[in-house]
T-cell receptor, first 110, second 113 residues
Framework: GEDVEQSLFLSVREGDSSVINCTYT??????LYWYKQEPGAGLQLLTY?????DMKQDQRLTVLLNKKDKHLSLRIADTQTGDSAIYFC??????????FGKGTKLSVIP | EAQVTQNPRYLITVTGKKLTVTCSQN?????MSWYRQDPGLGLRQIYY???????DKGDVPEGYKVSRKEKRNFPLILESPSPNQTSLYFC????????????FGQGTRLTVV
């Protein structure tokens, strides 16, 4: 079945760039998503990339997709304390399901 | 305001006592789903619904039921809750399917003792 893997923790200093990595297994993935979960809240969509794209930039966020290696990354430039949260990678597949990774907890050190 | 509303936010119950967690969306979305979030396991899909009267199992459906009698509502039913169903539950909706942005509710923290 589909599987999405992420590292569980990342710690960066305020002002540095954060890079959160994700690998997926289903080559039929159509869309790949990054969701953010702040403490006590539900998930909010940050950005997404269609599977035929290599890169997408949206203000401080850059998503890179390497289809050959099935690797997705999210770069957050100039990381702020408000970026501290859990980030989930998710893939949409042809089975009408959205499969999430376990989430990466980003801690930003002031 | 576009939103997905879950109730209750917190629930403590005893083993075997039937309960229902409600979910309602005001965006006329076709696709709705339920997830449970557990430490170290991330989000796992319980059930999903492509439209009214159309539901299907996700990855962890055992012990749960759902219904989709109206487009806006997608309740999650635990007929006989057990302690291993203690978890944080999220309802989500999207316009068509998982290829469109999902909007999540605030979550329901369920404890079964």
């Amino acid at each position: 079945g589909e599987d999405v893997e992420q590292s569980l923790f990342l710690s960066v200093r305020e002002g540095d760039s954060s890079v959160i990595n994700c690998t997926y297994t289903d080559s039929s993935s159509t869309y790949l998503y990054w969701y953010k979960q702040e403490p006590g809240a539900g998930l909010q969509l940050l950005t997404y990339i269609f599977s035929n794209m290599d890169m997408k930039q949206d203000q401080r966020l850059t998503v890179l997709l390497n289809k050959k290696d099935k690797h997705l990354s999210l770069r957050i430039a100039d990381t702020q304390t408000g970026d501290s949260a859990i980030y989930f990678c998710a893939e949409a597949t042809g089975s009408y399901q959205l499969t999430f990774g376990k989430g990466t907890k980003l801690s930003v050190i002031p | 305001e576009a939103q997905v509303t879950q109730n209750p936010r917190y629930l403590i119950t005893v083993t075997g006592k039937k309960l229902t967690v409600t979910c309602s969306q005001n965006m006329n979305h076709e696709y709705m789903s339920w997830y449970r979030q557990d430490p170290g396991l991330g989000l796992r899909q319980i059930y999903y619904s492509m439209n009214v009267e159309v539901t299907d199992k996700g990855d962890v459906p055992e012990g749960y039921k759902v219904s989709r009698k109206e487009k806006r509502n997608f309740p999650l039913i635990l007929e006989s809750p057990s302690p291993n169903q203690t978890s944080l539950y999220f309802c989500a909706s999207s316009l068509r399917g998982p290829n469109t942005e999902a909007f999540f509710g605030q979550g329901t923290r369920l404890t079964v003792v």
